[in-house]
Antibody
Framework: QVQLQESGPGLVKPSGTLSLTCAVS?????????WTWVRQPPGKGLEWIGE???????NYNPSLESRVTFSVDKSKNQFSLKLTSLTAADTAVYYC??????????WGQGKLVTVSS | DIQMTQSPSSLSASVRDRVTITCRASQGIYNYLAWYQQKPGKVPKLLIY???TLQSGVPSRFSGSGSGTDFTLTISSLQPEDVATYYCQKYNSAPRTFGQGTKVEIK
């Protein structure tokens, strides 16, 4: 069973950059699957941020595309998210997840990131 | 991009009541519709995919139906452990948009 664990700073400043990593265990990040980021502002719904394949191919949410970048590190079996030009509206729990046939089967526990000075 | 709209945004029902949640896509998505359950403080969990196929281990009181643009999630007999927020998601292509969620509570 694959396990995913998000890591990164829990507090970032407005106008700064959010950087999160999702460590994958129990499966190879190079398997035939897409790796996904989803976020959830406190008390609100789920927002699909985007997905990355081990080859580096990506799909982003159009509403975030200008500010988001994903990457994969095969040597560490992990993938990462960078989100720039942060505002308070980016405060959320950020989840990484593994897709299987485009479905989100396995999720990390989530990382709360607060944007505040 | 295709928008996903759920209704109602919240509901309160009694134990053993039948509960129905609706999800509408702004364009046809065939049956590429999934339902996720998120209990308070927990990670979302896949309930139903392909509009009507129950994920392994999901109780049979849950069912899904629909195709094209209109979909429903039904809980045939609401149980206390079903208190959660339910999200639909289109997954035929990116962006794989979620609905805004439906919060289910016990009356």
């Amino acid at each position: 069973q694959v396990q995913l664990q998000e890591s990164g700073p829990g507090l970032v400043k407005p106008s700064g950059t959010l950087s999160l990593t999702c460590a994958v265990s129990g499966d190879s990040i190079s398997n035939i699957t897409w790796w996904t980021w989803v976020r959830q502002p406190p008390g609100k719904g789920l927002e699909w941020i985007g997905e990355i394949y081990h080859s580096g191919s990506t799909n982003y949410n159009p509403s975030l595309e200008s500010r988001v970048t994903f990457s994969v590190d095969k040597s560490k079996n992990q993938f990462s998210l960078k989100l720039t030009s942060l505002t308070a509206a980016d405060t959320a729990v950020y989840y990484c997840a593994q897709q299987y046939s485009s479905l989100l089967i396995s999720w990390g526990q989530g990382k709360l990131v607060t944007v505040s000075s | 991009d295709i928008q996903m709209t759920q209704s109602p945004s919240s509901l309160s029902a009694s134990v053993r009541d039948r509960v129905t949640i609706t999800c509408r896509a702004s364009q046809g998505i065939y049956n590429y519709l999934a339902w996720y359950q998120q209990k308070p403080g927990k990670v979302p969990k896949l309930l139903i995919y392909a509009a009507s196929t129950l994920q392994s281990g999901v109780p049979s009181r849950f069912s899904g139906s629909g195709s094209g643009t209109d979909f429903t999630l039904t809980i045939s007999s609401l149980q206390p452990e079903d208190v959660a927020t339910y999200y639909c998601q289109k997954y035929n292509s990116a962006p794989r948009t979620f609905g805004q969620g439906t919060k289910v509570e016990i009356k």
